[in-house]
């Protein structure tokens, strides 16, 4: 256990010290990647729990990802205009509000699509998830008061009582402490009462009904409490990118957050972290050399899907057997 | 005498086909009633319907006087019903120890707590290391279930019913697959258990069921042939003809 | 009246192009387990190939054959290559296995055809209408696709119900272990499977060639409707998959039809439009959603 921790503070320290190695070697774009990955690693370690603590194979994760970010949105978008969402709900641009907000309004969305699709298995609540992602896809759309496909535009990212927000080194520190301190709350999770039982219906689900667990009820809490943190981490990506649009919730935007979820190793902690850098990492790094990277991506992910069994951190944990 | 398992009834037709044909038993507290047939008598689709994974097309089943017949497993195993897999049904990532403490995590309850650390919950692994030290697992503790024997896994699958604290325990061929000193432990470990609480036995080993039921029923062909002692049942000329060349009884 | 009946017709024929890929789709759930996000994909070759090869040549019919052969071929390669290794895998593993699938046919489609959309037009002998009412003239081309759905939905139907090998792909979608437990050649069953998959997706895409626009993409458009319809039909069960795909056909054509101008009654122009495309967009899923509640497992389900 100490060693773990050890091992936590010195990530934690190396992360917040980007800015300054940024500053310092002049690659300005570092603490905005760096930021992103962060927040894209919380939004896979959401879907870790339920798909790789919980065997919940989710294909509509983006959604909950996109509502949350469109929280934050809207909220701004009837603060710069002076209006009400719904005549009653004056805007803001209060982080305060707005993430809680945010997370409550994706943990509700999650309740409503678990609901339905937790009544099926396998093939089925794969599909259905998919489905009910790409509905509500559509649904902000069509929301033409919201900017439709081109989406809503946050020219300020929302404040915090006593920072600057509009510094860059700023808002990634923030940044770095919600990841710190979700990835926290996940490993508090996993190793509670619930947490365990949540393990025990991906191993085996039958069992645990035999030993009187409701097991919907349990894969329903899940699926909410995983559909919250992908809706925070929606919402920050809103305040760090400065701009809410649908793409945030189409099915491929769930497809990549699986990728980085497989990459850095299902059911582990650090995992998605890990894996979210590594895609996003490849990405940006293909993209500057040919406007067709997502081919090289899709052959290395089948490679790996085809051939390995866990992920870079099994890989990693492979390497480390065999020196040890 | 009461009844904590009543069934009376009960059908079950997929089809053309039926597999349960208006069955009626009983198990009483403290009794083993052992259920005995042939291969294709509709053992399997019966405990099924009593533990709920399947529906009846008609009939009744009481447990402990309330009426069960449409409730969920989950709802059963609350008031009462245990069991045990004929092919063995456990969590095979974790630890023998693991396995058995979930199992009475999920009795204690307290399981939507998502700020608190299972590994703390100290009662419960109390509980687990006491139940383990007394039973023949106690050396395999933290071996993974994955890696246990046969008949080990048999034993934890008993022992983690049994800390359901459950008021009648459904057996689904708790022999299968074992050894003749296996056997002999897992009789001995059903002896041990009948003062906790009355068993439904599903067998095919009639060794096991002479040793230990107080009652037997007969199942051929979805219908119960015969109920008594096991004197009754040994001299019964229509089990007998049943049975011609399946068992040595 | 006539509007409406011409958007029926309209409902009908894409709902019967929503059924030859939800058949296939199915059928390779049902008896196989595998879930498969390329299959649009395949779709998409057929299109392309067909578009591509009636330009250079001129002609439909070589189109057709073409389409045809390349999405077969398409099929082929993809289930010696990858479909193999995941019958035995996790759903997640197939998943994001056929999610690499999909990445690499749209990129390669890319960089052999472009970002432009390639057009084409129908046949020579249906390029012209019919009156089939009094006033109103529907496109030759348009019924042809309809009576070719019919005719592989009859085709399927007999191949399934009255065929031995129609026997073993109902027994496998109902009961896979069973199947294979019987010594049944199955990996022979599931490679034609997979292939007449291949083969209904891309005779779908080839349909479809002169009505829509032959684009990257096109297939993961329609894969979300053809997931929608194997769902409400029931996993493993082409009779559902019949019957959900041609309700959700019209059920989609009347909404995105009539939808945008009813709501333009009670709502300014351009906001109404945009609302009436949305809610028709979202139509489909929430019929799925209210079919879920009250059957989860779909309306014609295999039991399996």
Redesign the interface.
């Known amino acids: 256990m100490k060693r773990e921790t050890l091992g936590l503070l010195v990530v934690f320290i190396l992360l917040a010290l980007v800015p300054f190695v940024a500053a310092l070697t002049g690659q300005a774009s570092w603490t905005r990647l760096v930021g992103q990955a962060l927040i894209y690693g919380m939004a896979a370690a959401s879907l870790n729990f339920i798909l790789g603590y919980g065997g919940m194979v989710s294909f509509g994760h983006a959604a909950f990802f996109g509502i949350g970010g469109y929280v934050v949105g809207v909220f701004y978008h009837h603060f710069d205009a002076g209006t009400a969402f719904l005549g009653i709900i004056p805007g803001t641009d209060q982080m305060l509000i707005t993430l809680p907000v945010a997370i409550v309004v994706a943990g509700l969305a999650a309740a409503l699509v678990g609901a339905l699709s937790l009544r099926t298995g396998g093939v089925q609540f794969i599909m259905i998830t998919l489905a009910f992602a790409q509905m509500f896809f559509f649904l902000f759309i069509s929301l033409k008061t919201y900017g439709g496909e081109d989406g809503i535009m946050v020219r300020r990212t929302n404040s915090l009582p006593g920072l600057n927000m509009k510094d860059k080194a700023t808002l990634y520190w923030v940044v770095l402490v919600f990841a710190a301190a979700y990835y926290l709350f996940l490993r508090r999770l996993v190793q509670s009462s619930f947490g365990q039982i949540i393990a025990g219906i991906r191993q085996n689900e039958r069992r645990m009904a035999a030993m009187g667990i409701s097991t919907y009820r349990y894969k329903l809490y899940a699926f909410v409490l995983s559909g919250m943190g992908a809706g925070l981490s929606g919402a920050l990506m809103v305040n760090f990118l400065r701009f809410a649009s649908p793409d945030m919730m189409h099915w491929s935007r769930s497809g990549e957050l699986m990728v980085m979820v497989i990459l850095g190793g299902v059911g582990t902690l650090a995992g998605p972290f890990i894996g979210a850098g590594a895609l996003f990492t490849l990405e940006t790094t293909l993209a500057r050399f040919t406007e067709h990277w997502m081919l090289p991506v899709g052959i290395l992910l089948l490679v790996v899907v085809l051939t390995t069994k866990g992920g870079l951190m099994a890989l990693v944990a492979k390497l480390k057997g065999r020196a040890e | 005498m009461s009844r904590v398992l009543d069934i009376a009834g009960l059908v079950k037709t997929f089809g053309g086909l039926t597999a349960t044909d208006h069955v009626s038993l009983t198990v009483d507290t403290g009794e083993i009633h052992a259920l005995i047939g042939p291969n294709g008598a509709g053992k399997s689709t019966l405990i099924n319907q009593i533990?709920g994974e399947l529906m009846p097309n008609e009939g009744h089943i009481h447990l402990a006087g309330r009426d069960v017949t449409r409730l969920?497993?989950?709802?059963r195993?609350?008031l009462g019903l245990g069991?045990t897999?004929q092919i063995t049904?456990?969590?095979?990532?974790?630890s023998v120890r693991e396995n058995l403490g979930?199992?009475i995590?999920?009795?204690e309850g307290?399981?939507?707590?998502?700020?608190?650390?299972?590994?703390r919950?100290s009662e419960v692994w109390a509980e687990a290391d006491q139940i383990l030290a007394e039973s023949a697992l106690g050396a395999r503790a933290a071996v993974k279930v994955a890696d246990l024997a046969h008949g080990e896994k048999k034993q934890l699958e008993l022992l983690?019913a049994l800390s359901?604290r459950p008021r009648v325990l459904l057996l689904d061929e708790p022999m299968a697959g074992l050894g003749h000193v296996e056997s002999q432990q897992m009789i001995e470990a059903l002896r041990d258990a009948r003062q906790e609480c009355a068993m439904l036995l599903v067998e095919h080993d009639m060794e096991a069921v002479f040793a230990l039921a107080d009652r037997i029923s007969v199942l051929v062909y979805g219908r119960i042939i015969a109920t008594g002692t096991a004197d009754e049942i040994r001299t019964n000329p229509a089990v007998r003809e049943a049975y011609l060349g399946e068992e040595d009884a | 009246m006539i509007l409406l009946f011409e958007q029926l017709l309209n409902g009908l024929q894409y709902g019967v192009t929503l059924f030859l890929l939800a058949a296939g789709l199915t059928l390779i759930f049902g008896i196989m387990g595998v879930i498969n996000l390329a299959h649009g994909a395949l779709y998409m070759v057929g299109a392309f190939a067909a578009a591509w090869v009636a330009i250079q040549t001129g002609s439909f019919w070589g189109g057709l054959v073409s389409g045809l052969l390349a999405s077969a071929l398409a099929g082929v390669l993809v289930e010696l290559g990858v479909m193999r290794r995941l019958y035995a895998r996790d759903h997640l593993d197939q998943v994001l296995a056929t999610f690499a699938l999909i990445l690499i046919f749209n990129q390669s489609a890319v960089m052999v055809f472009g970002r432009q959309p390639l057009f084409t037009s129908a046949p020579e002998i249906f390029s012209g209408a019919i009156e089939i009412l009094p006033g109103l003239p529907y496109p030759t081309y348009r019924l042809f696709v309809i009576a070719v759905g019919l005719v592989v939905a009859l085709g399927l139907y007999v191949l399934i119900n009255k065929t031995r090998v129609g026997m073993l792909v109902r027994a496998g979608a109902t009961n896979r272990q069973m199947v294979r437990a019987l010594g049944v050649n199955i990996q022979g069953l599931y490679t034609a499977v997979f292939g007449l998959g291949a083969l209904l997706a891309g005779l779908a895409g080839v349909m479809a060639s002169p009505i829509v626009s032959v684009q990257v993409g096109m297939g993961d458009e329609i894969i979300l409707a053809t997931f929608v319809v194997v769902v409400i039909g029931g996993v493993g069960s082409v009779k559902g998959a019949f019957v959900a795909g041609i309700v959700l056909g019209m059920f989609d054509t009347m909404l995105r039809a009539f939808l945008p101008a009813t709501l333009q009654q009670v709502m300014p122009g351009p906001e109404a439009q945009a609302l009436g495309v949305g809610i028709s967009s979202m139509g489909i899923y929430l019929m799925m959603a209210l079919v879920l509640l009250i059957r989860p497992r779909g309306l014609f389900a295999a039991r399996g």
């Not at chain 2, 307290?110 to 590994?119: T, V």
């Open positions: 533990c969920a497993p989950a709802d195993v609350a069991r897999f049904s456990l969590l095979d990532d974790m979930l199992a995590q999920v009795r307290g399981n939507f707590r998502i700020f608190d650390r299972a590994a919950r983690m359901q």
